[in-house]
């Protein structure tokens, strides 16, 4: 029977590169769970009253907030599948490297978008 060989242990940099995706996450959830409840208070408020927002002045701001937060709430679930996305690739080993045209990505650019998922040159369409 043969025996596999353990995998090597994280990089420094592959620890801080987790660290970083880490730290995004918890900001993501924190304001998810702040936004889920501004919702919860604007739904809320609306269903106490019998408003009807294409006729009442009042309506239209509430349809608006509505609208804003619904929008940024799905923003928010979006970076959250992202960063689990980079925890994936970071621990398959192609975190750092452009999805698209498989050169490196730029560590200032991992540090400032733990998401990124292409180089610059590809992000920009200056690679085709």
């Known amino acids: 029977m043969e ?3 353990p995998p090597p242990p994280p ?3 592959d620890r801080e590169a987790a660290m970083r995706i880490e730290r995004a996450r918890d900001e993501a959830e924190r304001l998810a769970a702040s936004l889920t ?3 919860d208070g604007v739904v809320d408020a609306a269903a106490g009253t019998n408003n009807d927002d294409e006729h009442d002045p009042e309506g239209s701001t509430l349809a608006f907030e509505r609208e804003q937060l619904r929008a940024r709430r799905d923003q928010v679930r979006a970076e959250l599948e992202a960063l689990d996305l980079a925890a ?3 621990r398959e080993g192609t975190y750092r490297v452009c999805e698209r ?3 490196p990505i730029a560590p200032a650019r991992l540090d400032a978008r733990p998401t990124a998922r292409t180089c610059v040159p590809c992000a920009s369409g200056a690679r085709r």
């Open 3 to 5: 025996q596999s060989t």
């Open 37 to 39: 409840r501004l919702w």
């Open 88 to 90: 994936e690739r970071l």
């Open 11 to 13: 990089s420094d940099e």
């Open 101 to 103: 045209c498989g050169e």
